[in-house]
């Protein structure tokens, strides 16, 4: 069975310090997704980052970065210089992909989330 | 395109009343999910369809919950007779899985308060 486990439940930094959120996930699938969710104090689920499970590459996009680690079933984002602004609850989750499924995704597994407080 | 829409984005409801829940997706999305987010259980799916057709609705806590989705661009979500025990926020996503290109897309979500 897919799980996500993101075992912080709160962290608290001061603005402009650097930040990790780790995400281990577990599945049996070969071919899956991860992805990154930002859901800021208004309540909205905002997309950050996807990655497919044979893509192993860490990506960079300004300040976020994330290394994702088949070896460790990790998927970890870090935030540079973190800003008030950046203050919210992160989701990583977890989609399965099977080839037989033709052009849809399936359910996707999030953990239960980090509350991130960055203090100015 | 306006991303996923939901509404209402608030409702405020008597215990025993009848609440439908809206969604309309993406156009060109084939798969529609019904999430539930409260603090004690944080996001759990609901349901989800793929090409308008029920895949998994293992997730739906009881028989009060019904959801249809009569064609691809509409879906509604039914919760008869509502309980307090049901007040969460409710979001609805859509995705595509194309060559290249997959993703979810969520809606802003419906706040649901059962006094």
């Known amino acids: 069975a897919q799980k996500v486990t993101q075992a912080q439940t709160e962290i608290s930094v001061v603005e402009k310090e650097d930040v990790t959120l780790d995400c281990v996930y577990e599945t049996r699938d070969t071919t899956y997704y991860l992805f990154w969710y930002k859901q800021p104090p208004s309540g909205e689920l905002v997309f950050l980052i996807r990655?497919?499970?044979?893509?192993?590459q860490n990506e960079i996009s300004g300040r976020y970065s994330w290394n994702f680690q088949k070896s460790t079933s990790s998927f970890n984002f870090t935030i540079t210089a973190s800003q008030v602004v950046d203050s919210a609850v992160y989701f990583c989750?977890?989609?399965?992909?099977?080839?037989?499924?033709?052009?849809?995704?399936?359910?996707?597994?999030f953990g239960r989330g980090t509350q991130l407080t960055v203090w100015p | 395109d306006a991303g996923v829409i939901q509404s209402p984005r608030h409702e405020v409801t008597e215990m025993g009343q009848e609440v439908t829940l809206r969604c309309k997706p993406i156009s060109g999305h084939n798969s529609l999910f019904w999430y539930r987010q409260t603090m004690m259980r944080g996001l759990e799916l609901l349901i989800y369809f793929n090409n308008n057709v029920p895949i998994d609705d293992s997730g739906m806590p009881e028989d009060r919950f019904s959801a249809k989705m009569p064609n691809a661009s509409f879906s509604t979500l039914k919760i008869q007779p509502s309980e307090p025990r049901d007040s969460a926020v409710y979001f609805c996503?859509?995705?595509?899985?194309?060559?290249?290109?997959?993703?979810?897309?969520f809606g802003s979500g419906t706040r649901l308060t059962v006094v």
């Open positions: 996503a859509s995705s595509q899985r194309n060559r290249g290109s997959y993703g979810y897309t």
């Open positions: 989750a977890l989609s399965e992909a099977r080839l037989d499924r033709g052009s849809t995704l399936g359910r996707l597994y």
């Open positions: 990655r497919n499970s044979f893509d192993e």
